[in-house]
C-alpha cells in the first residue's frame, strides 16, 4: 500500500459465507469528529482501499444482496492499516435485487414508487422507451402515445428527475427515439411530494439514463438486429472515463425501426327521417411507418473538492419519422347501397433536431444532507412535418369521380429555458428542512400551412391555416420538513406556481392569456410497526396545463372525413391525490389510492352527419375520479426461479357535459402482469413476461382487452465481457388497440393490428480498463450521481 503525504492508506477486502470476493460493495468510510465521509466501491476481488489522515472513523458497507455491515472506533494513527477478510452475510430475505453477476432485480418496490430496472431486463434490448413504458406496471400507452398510469391519464414524464415540458406529440417522437439500451431504470411515482413539478395529474415517470461512474475507462458496445413485419436494427456505444477530480463520458446510439400496421375504422350513423336505411362508414388502412432515430451525448464532471462538483451536459436528438397510410373509405347504407368509394393516400414525412445544453453545480457542507444544489438548463427543438393527402372519389350511382388533392407544411420551433436551485439543511436529529426554486420559460412557434389543389396549381387554404405562437413561463417555490423519530416518519410540504401563458394565432389575430397561481401541499406519514409491517399515508395535490399543441386549432387530417384540431379555451385541471400504502417485509407490497379532478381535459367527438365527418379534440368536462389497489408480490420459487407479479384493480368515472351531450362513463378495470426471472447456470438466463389489461373507459372512448406473453434467453461468455440476447416479444400475437364510442348519435369503432410481435438478436461487449491501481476515494452518494446524469 502507497501512502499519501500527511495520510495513511486503510484497506480491507469483502467475501461471502463461500470464501467468494464480493465486488461493487458500496463501503463509506465517516470520521467520527468532522462528520467528513469518503465512499468508494470494491473492486473484482473484493478490496478497497482509502487515504485518509489520522484518526477515528466508522466503516459501513452495503451490496445488493447482503445484510448490512457497520464496524465502529476504526483507529488511523501514523500508518497502515489492513483490516482482515470482512465477511458479508447474505440477506435471506432481500428481493430488492437478483444475484445473476450483481444486476439488479427486474422490478423494486420502494416506498415512494416502484423501480424497472430496464438494465436488468433482457427483453428489453432493441425497444425504445415507448415499448419500455408499454410493458411497466400498471402503465398503458396508447397507439398515439398518449400515457396511462393506473387507469389515469395525464402523467408527468422527467428525464433524469427533469420535467420534459414537450406536447403529448413531440414527447410520443423523443421516447420513440430513445433506445432502451441508453436506459438504466424507469420510476413510476404515483404521489410525488412537493420537490417535484406539480404537472402530472396522473403521477410521474421518471426515465433514468445510463451513466457509468466506476473509475478508469469503461464503455459498453450494444448491436441488435430483427424485426417483426419490417427489419429493426441498431447499435449505441457509450464511454466513460474517470481519473482523479474528472469524469468525462460520450455516447451514440443510431436505430431503424420499421413497422406495418392495419386500421379498422368503421362509423355507424342513425337513421335519418328523409332516408330509408341508416348509413355506415368503413375505412381500412395499411400503413407503413420507418424510424430512424439517431441520439449523441457528451458529459464532463469536475470535482474541484472533495464537497464540490461541477458539470456539464450536452445531449442532441434528431431523426425521421414516415408514415405512408393507404386505404379506402366506404360510405355506404344499411343495405350495402354504395353511396361513396374514396381511395386515399396520405403520406406524412417529419423531421426533428433537438439539442439540450445542462449546467449543474452541488456543494456539500459539513453535515451530513447539508448540500446546495443548481440546475441551469436549455433546449431547442426544430420540428418539420410534411403531409400530402390524395383522397381519389370512385364514380358511384350518386356521385362523380374526382380528386382531392391536399398538402400541409407543419414547421415548428420550440426554445426552453429552466434555472432551478435547491438546499437541504438538517436542523436537528431527524429534523430536515428543504427549500427550493425554480423557473422555466417555454417559446414554441408552430406554422401549420394548408393548401389545394386546383386546375393543377396549389392554391393557400387560409380558412384551415394557422400561425400559432405560445409563450409559457412558470415560477415555482417549495419548502418540505421531514421529521424522522423512532418508528415514525412524516414529510409535511408546500408548493407554489406561478403560471402566465400567452397564445397568439397570428392567421386570425386571435389572442389569450392565462395568469394564476396554485398551491400544492402535500404530506405523508408513514409508521413502522416492527421489521415486517410499515404503514404510510399521503397526500398531494397536482395540476395538469394543456400543452401548446392541444391550444393549437389548427387541423390534422387523418382523412378527407376525419381530423383532428385543437381548442384554445382549454383551461387546466386540478387533481387531489390520497394514498394508503402497507408493506410487509420486501415481499409484498399494497396500495389503495383515490383521485378526484376538476375541470378534466379529456378526447370528445363532434360528429357531422350530413358531412359524414368526424372531428376529434379536447375539451374540459366537470370532472373525472379514479380509485383502486395496487398489488405487488416478489416471491422466490426456486434458488433459481423468482416470480414478480403486479395486479391492478381501478374504477374509471368520467363526468360532465360536452356541447349538448351529458357524458356518464363508468368502469371497474383491472391490468395483471407476471415478471419472471430464471439462472439457469453456465452463463444462462432467461426471461418471461405476461400482461392481461381488461377493458376500460377513457372519456367518450371505451378500450377493449388485449394481453402479450414475452420471452428472453441472455448467454454471457468471454469472462461475461459479452451478453448475448434472443428475445421474443408478443409471441402469441395477442397484443392490439381496439376502441369504441358513442357520440351525437354516431357509434365508432377502431381496431389496429399491431406489428407487435417481434424477434430481436442482441449483443452487448462490456468494456473495461483500469486508468489507475485503486479506486480514488471522494465523497458520493446517490443523489450526486443522479446529477451527474442529469439530461
Known amino acids: 500500500m502507497s501512502t499519501v503525504y500527511g495520510q495513511h492508506a486503510l484497506q480491507g477486502q469483502l467475501v461471502d459465507s463461500t470464501g467468494r470476493q464480493i465486488s461493487n460493495a458500496t463501503v463509506t468510510l465517516n470520521h467520527t469528529i468532522s462528520q467528513k465521509s469518503w465512499t468508494v466501491v470494491s473492486d473484482e476481488q473484493g478490496f478497497f482501499v482509502f487515504q485518509v489522515p489520522n484518526g477515528k472513523y466508522n466503516l459501513k458497507i452495503s451490496c445488493l444482496g447482503y445484510e448490512e455491515l457497520i464496524q465502529s472506533e476504526i483507529n488511523i494513527n501514523d500508518q497502515n492499516l489492513q483490516l482482515n477478510k470482512i465477511l458479508l452475510k447474505a440477506d435471506e430475505q432481500f428481493i430488492e435485487a437478483i444475484l445473476i453477476k450483481g444486476e439488479k432485480r427486474l422490478i423494486e418496490q420502494k416506498s415512494d414508487r416502484m423501480i424497472l430496472n430496464v438494465a436488468s431486463s433482457i427483453l428489453a434490448d432493441g425497444m425504445n422507451a415507448l415499448e419500455i413504458l408499454q410493458r411497466a406496471p400498471g402503465v398503458k400507452v396508447d397507439d398515439d402515445g398518449n400515457i396511462q398510469m393506473r387507469g389515469k391519464s395525464d402523467v408527468g414524464v422527467l428525464i433524469n428527475g427533469k420535467l420534459s415540458y414537450l406536447s403529448n406529440?413531440?414527447?410520443?417522437?423523443?421516447?420513440?427515439g430513445t433506445s432502451s439500451s441508453t436506459i438504466q431504470r424507469v420510476e413510476l411515482i404515483t404521489n410525488p411530494s412537493s420537490k417535484y413539478d406539480a404537472q402530472g395529474m396522473g403521477g410521474l415517470i421518471n426515465i433514468v439514463m445510463k451513466r457509468d461512474l466506476t473509475t478508469g475507462l469503461n464503455g459498453s458496445l450494444n448491436l441488435f438486429g430483427g424485426g417483426g413485419r419490417k427489419e429493426r436494427y441498431g447499435l449505441a456505444f457509450q464511454m466513460n472515463a474517470t481519473l482523479n477530480r474528472w469524469s468525462v463520458m460520450?455516447?451514440?446510439?443510431?436505430?431503424?425501426?420499421?413497422?406495418?400496421?392495419?386500421?379498422?375504422?368503421?362509423?355507424?350513423?342513425?337513421?335519418?327521417?328523409?332516408?330509408?336505411?341508416?348509413?355506415?362508414?368503413?375505412?381500412?388502412?395499411?400503413?407503413?411507418?420507418?424510424?430512424?432515430?439517431?441520439?449523441?451525448?457528451?458529459?464532463?464532471?469536475?470535482?474541484?473538492?472533495?464537497?464540490?462538483?461541477?458539470?456539464?451536459?450536452?445531449?442532441?436528438?434528431?431523426?425521421?419519422?414516415?408514415?405512408?397510410?393507404?386505404?379506402?373509405?366506404?360510405?355506404?347504407?344499411?343495405?350495402?347501397?354504395?353511396?361513396?368509394?374514396?381511395?386515399?393516400?396520405?403520406?406524412?414525412?417529419?423531421?426533428?433536431?433537438t439539442h439540450n445544453l445542462n449546467l449543474n453545480f452541488k456543494q456539500t457542507f459539513s453535515h451530513e444532507g447539508d448540500e446546495l444544489r443548481a440546475d441551469f438548463d436549455y433546449m431547442y427543438a426544430d420540428y418539420d412535418a410534411h403531409q400530402l393527402l390524395i383522397s381519389d372519389f370512385q364514380k358511384t350511382a350518386v356521385q362523380d369521380a374526382f380528386t382531392s388533392t391536399k398538402r400541409n407544411l407543419s414547421p415548428s420551433v420550440s426554445k426552453l429555458y429552466i434555472g432551478k436551485i435547491d438546499y437541504s439543511k438538517p436542523v436537528a436529529e431527524g429534523h430536515l428542512f428543504e427549500l427550493g426554486w425554480k423557473s422555466s420559460s417555454i417559446e414554441a412557434d408552430n406554422n401549420s400551412i394548408n393548401d389545394s389543389l386546383k386546375s393543377q396549381q396549389w392554391v393557400h387554404d387560409l380558412g384551415n391555416s394557422n400561425h400559432f405562437k405560445y409563450q409559457e413561463q412558470i415560477h415555482a417555490g417549495y419548502a418540505n420538513y421531514r421529521f424522522e423519530k423512532g418508528k415514525w416518519n412524516m414529510v409535511l410540504g408546500l408548493r407554489a406556481e406561478h403560471t402566465k401563458a400567452v397564445g397568439n394565432q397570428l392567421t386570425t389575430q386571435e389572442k389569450f392569456t392565462r395568469n394564476y397561481t396554485n398551491w400544492f401541499p402535500n404530506a405523508s406519514l408513514s409508521h413502522k410497526f416492527n421489521d415486517k409491517n410499515n404503514l404510510q399515508f399521503s397526500f398531494g395535490r397536482r395540476i395538469n396545463r394543456p400543452d401548446y399543441e392541444d391550444l393549437n386549432p389548427f387541423r390534422y387530417y387523418v382523412d378527407a372525413f376525419v381530423f383532428y384540431e385543437g381548442n384554445p379555451s382549454l383551461q387546466p385541471e386540478l387533481a387531489n391525490a390520497f394514498e394508503l400504502n402497507y408493506s410487509f417485509g420486501k415481499n409484498l407490497h399494497v396500495s389503495m389510492f383515490y383521485t378526484d379532478?376538476?375541470?378534466?381535459?379529456?378526447?370528445?367527438?363532434?360528429?357531422?352527419?350530413?358531412?359524414?365527418?368526424?372531428?376529434?379534440?379536447?375539451?374540459?368536462?366537470?370532472?373525472?375520479?379514479?380509485?383502486?389497489?395496487?398489488?405487488?408480490?416478489?416471491?422466490?420459487?426456486?434458488?433459481?426461479?423468482?416470480?414478480?407479479?403486479?395486479?391492478?384493480?381501478?374504477?374509471?368515472?368520467y363526468f360532465g357535459q360536452f356541447k349538448e351531450e351529458r357524458i356518464d362513463q363508468r368502469q371497474w378495470?383491472?391490468?395483471?402482469?407476471?415478471?419472471?426471472?430464471?439462472?439457469?447456470?453456465?452463463?444462462?438466463?432467461?426471461?418471461?413476461?405476461?400482461?392481461?389489461?381488461?377493458?376500460?373507459?377513457?372519456?367518450?372512448?371505451?378500450?377493449?382487452?388485449?394481453?402479450?406473453?414475452?420471452?428472453?434467453?441472455?448467454?454471457?461468455?468471454?469472462?461475461?465481457?459479452?451478453?448475448?440476447?434472443?428475445?421474443?416479444?408478443?409471441?402469441?400475437?395477442?397484443?392490439?388497440?381496439?376502441?369504441?364510442?358513442?357520440?351525437?348519435?354516431?357509434?365508432?369503432?377502431?381496431?389496429?393490428?399491431?406489428?407487435?410481435?417481434?424477434?430481436?438478436?442482441?449483443?452487448?461487449?462490456?468494456?473495461?480498463?483500469?486508468?489507475?491501481?485503486?479506486p480514488k476515494a471522494h465523497p458520493e452518494n446517490d443523489e450526486q450521481k443522479r446529477m451527474r446524469g442529469a439530461n
Open 669 to 774: 378495470s383491472y391490468t395483471l402482469q407476471s415478471n419472471n426471472t430464471f439462472k439457469i447456470g453456465a452463463g444462462y438466463s432467461a426471461e418471461l413476461n405476461a400482461q392481461y389489461v381488461s377493458p376500460e373507459t377513457d372519456g367518450v372512448f371505451k378500450r377493449k382487452s388485449f394481453g402479450n406473453v414475452s420471452a428472453g434467453l441472455m448467454k454471457q461468455v468471454w469472462n461475461d465481457k459479452i451478453a448475448l440476447k434472443l428475445s421474443v416479444n408478443d409471441m402469441f400475437k395477442t397484443m392490439s388497440y381496439s376502441t369504441t364510442s358513442r357520440s351525437a348519435g354516431v357509434r365508432m369503432q377502431q381496431n389496429f393490428n399491431l406489428d407487435s410481435r417481434v424477434l430481436l438478436i442482441s449483443a452487448t461487449w462490456k468494456i473495461g480498463a483500469d486508468l489507475k491501481a485503486k
Open 597 to 653: 379532478v376538476n375541470d378534466v381535459m379529456t378526447n370528445v367527438l363532434t360528429q357531422i352527419p350530413d358531412r359524414n365527418t368526424t372531428i376529434r379534440s379536447v375539451a374540459n368536462i366537470s370532472g373525472f375520479r379514479n380509485k383502486g389497489v395496487n398489488i405487488n408480490h416478489a416471491y422466490p420459487i426456486t434458488k433459481f426461479w423468482t416470480s414478480i407479479n403486479n395486479a391492478v384493480l381501478f374504477e374509471n368515472y
Open 169 to 176: 406529440s413531440e414527447l410520443a417522437t423523443l421516447l420513440k
Open 250 to 353: 460520450g455516447s451514440f446510439n443510431k436505430a431503424y425501426r420499421g413497422e406495418e400496421e392495419y386500421r379498422y375504422f368503421d362509423r355507424f350513423f342513425e337513421k335519418r327521417p328523409q332516408e330509408q336505411f341508416a348509413r355506415m362508414s368503413k375505412q381500412y388502412s395499411l400503413t407503413s411507418e420507418p424510424l430512424e432515430t439517431n441520439s449523441a451525448k457528451f458529459a464532463l464532471d469536475f470535482l474541484p473538492t472533495e464537497r464540490t462538483n461541477i458539470g456539464i451536459m450536452w445531449s442532441a436528438d434528431f431523426g425521421s419519422y414516415k408514415n405512408f397510410n393507404q386505404g379506402y373509405n366506404n360510405i355506404l347504407y344499411t343495405d350495402e347501397q354504395l353511396l361513396s368509394n374514396t381511395l386515399t393516400n396520405n403520406a406524412i414525412r417529419s423531421q426533428w433536431n
